[in-house]
Nanobody, 123 residues
Framework: VQLQASGGGLVQAGGSLRLSCAAS????????VGWFRQAPGKEREFVAA????????TYGDSVKGRFTISRDRSKNTVHLQMDSLKPEDTAVYYC?????????????????WGQGTLVTVSS
């Protein structure tokens, strides 16, 4: 499975961005997908995850109420809608496909990783 993350860019605080993660293989539609981020000098942080059918979602505490994860199985794509962005959201965002149909915040649950897309939020 190959994952391609896109949609990053520069936005002002309070603005919105929508990230997309496209998977190369149709069988990945049976796997949970998660988003993680890593800011310079910081550890990788869990952002959000969605189950194989979209019926279950989970979010990191720092993004709850501001970010929304969704998936379009027909297009093998997962989106991360990011609203009310803050400067502390600045990071490289990575999407990852889990080994199973459900996954949470543990990065060890994810077997396939995309290359990352940079999000910069200016104050």
């Amino acid at each position: 499975v190959q994952l391609q993350a896109s949609g990053g860019g520069l936005v002002q605080a309070g603005g919105s961005l929508r990230l997309s993660c496209a998977a190369s293989r149709r069988t990945s539609s049976n796997n949970a997908v998660g988003w993680f981020r890593q800011a310079p000098g910081k550890e990788r942080e869990f952002v959000a995850a969605i189950s194989w059918n979209g019926g279950s979602t989970t979010y990191g505490d720092s993004v709850k109420g501001r970010f929304t994860i969704s998936r379009d199985r027909s297009k093998n794509t997962v989106h991360l809608q990011m609203d009310s962005l803050k400067p502390e959201d600045t990071a490289v965002y990575y999407c990852a496909a889990a080994r199973g149909s459900f996954a949470g915040a543990q990065s060890a649950s994810y077997a396939y990783w995309g290359q990352g897309t940079l999000v910069t939020v200016s104050s």
